[in-house]
């Protein structure tokens, strides 16, 4: 249902913008799917702009929100748009690289990825490296029962690799989506104890 001439995804905190940023609803269906709580340690791997971040909060508290990126571009990005989300006291940023993170183990309690599609960000060569890495040290942080939701166009390469990590993941749900032209998958992935 559309109240207004402009789309669902649209947001007033919108800043600024950037090649392959997520869309604000498909970000806050993925926010929902972690199931937030206050006391979650968040970590959104793979930031970007900020979207999945700023969705997760509007959803409601959470005592910590850790948005990662190892692209500066991306990273002044997303601290625009959680500046103009009036969230900046409520959101860490930092240039951290999502498959090698300077936290504790089981220290986060929800994690979020937009991983690169392989379009316009990375490549599909980059994404085999990419993602196991991802999947390894979200594994790590993660504490038991924590929520991993992912989305990614490469299913074929994700669903490969967490296949190889069923130790680690008990795969949820897969929800397929198509999203202006582009067929993606949210993943839920639950981190065994």
């Not at 006391?39 to 793979?46: H, K, M, R, T, V």
């Not at 993602?131 to 929520?147: C, D, H, K, S, W």
Request: glycine share 8%; hydrophobic share 40%.
């Amino acid at each position: 249902v559309r109240l207004s001439p402009r789309p669902l995804s649209a947001r007033p905190w919108r800043a600024r913008d950037m090649p392959g940023a997520l869309n604000a609803t498909v970000a806050r269906v993925m926010a929902r799917l972690s199931r937030p709580k206050p006391d979650d340690s968040f970590l959104n791997g793979a930031c970007g702009s900020g979207t999945i971040l700023i969705e997760r909060l509007a959803e409601g508290p959470a005592r910590s929100a850790i948005g990662a990126d190892t692209d500066p571009a991306a990273l002044e990005c997303a601290r625009a748009n959680v500046e103009a989300a009036g969230l900046s006291r409520r959101v860490r940023l930092e240039g951290w690289d999502a498959g090698d993170l300077p936290l504790p183990d089981r220290s986060i309690s929800a994690l979020c990825a937009d991983l690169p599609f392989g379009h316009l960000v990375g490549s599909h060569a980059e994404n085999e490296r990419l993602y196991p890495r991802v999947l390894r040290e979200g594994a790590r942080v993660a504490r038991p029962g924590a929520r991993f939701v992912v989305i990614t166009s490469e299913a074929r390469l994700f669903e490969r690799v967490a296949a190889a990590q069923v130790n680690r993941w008990t795969a949820e749900r897969s929800i397929p989506m198509d999203l202006d032209g582009t067929r993606l998958r949210i993943y839920v992935l639950v981190r065994k104890a």
